[in-house]
T-cell receptor
């Protein structure tokens, strides 16, 4: 149990276009999901906390108009990178809090490699 | 400020040798501690966690870690490593409070050599 799936696993897009990344909790309901960004050979940086049915909470320095987060249901959160530019190229990872552990533990998706050309 | 420190960016070790990956966190009244492993171009897999109780925690793949409150450390150990253990290892902390977000260390690359 406790599987989180991200789609797509990789995507290449042209500069100026938008890309949507999905994060799904397959076998549990997650009221809270998190979006991270990871640069090569670096750690995960939290971008935002996504709560079902409410606006996401963005970390300092993250452009909320550029990285749109929607948590429309208890099993799905989406991250849309709007008007993507090459500097947005990165590895994006989502995670979902697992209620079976009192939300103390989060399970991670497999990540999405975004390349903007 | 809340922070997690992994002092070693890379740890080379020979196969079947023991290894310790260090993790220190900024002091707090209550913390939950985690170790994750990441293989290239993949997400994170939980190795083990400390929530409460025994300070020695055993995880998957033969890894274990010990929570040391006085030293604010949560070092990861394995008595005998395999080539397949080569990966990036991240220590993460969830600090007590309303939020359940994780703060990650910078990661340690465990490079197992034959």
């Amino acid at each position: 149990g406790a599987v989180v799936s991200q789609h797509p696993s990789w995507v290449i897009c042209k500069s100026g276009t938008s890309v949507k990344i999905e994060c799904r909790s397959l076998d549990f309901q997650a009221t809270t999901m998190f979006w991270y960004r990871q640069f090569p050979k670096q750690s995960l940086m939290l971008m935002a906390t996504s709560n079902e049915g409410s606006k996401a909470t963005y970390e300092q320095g993250v452009e909320k108009d550029k990285f749109l987060i929607n948590h429309a249901s208890l099993t799905l959160s989406t991250l849309t990178v709007t008007s993507a530019h090459p500097e947005d190229s990165s590895f994006y990872i989502c995670s979902a809090s697992y209620p079976g552990t009192g939300d103390t533990e989060a399970f991670f998706g497999q990540g999405t490699r975004l390349t903007v050309v | 400020a809340q922070s997690v420190t992994q002092l070693d960016s890379q740890v080379p070790v020979f196969e079947e040798a023991p290894v310790e990956l260090r993790c220190n966190y900024s002091s707090s009244v209550s913390v939950y501690l985690f170790w994750y492993v990441q293989y290239p171009n993949q997400g994170l897999q939980l190795l083990l966690k400390y929530l409460s109780g025994s300070t020695l925690v055993k995880g998957i793949n033969g890894f274990e870690a010990e929570f040391n409150k006085s030293q604010t450390s949560f070092h990861l150990r394995k008595p005998s490593v395999h080539i397949s253990d080569t990966a990036e290892y991240f220590c993460a902390v969830r600090y007590g409070g309303a939020t359940n977000k994780l703060i990650f260390g910078t990661g340690t690359l465990l490079a197992v050599q034959p």
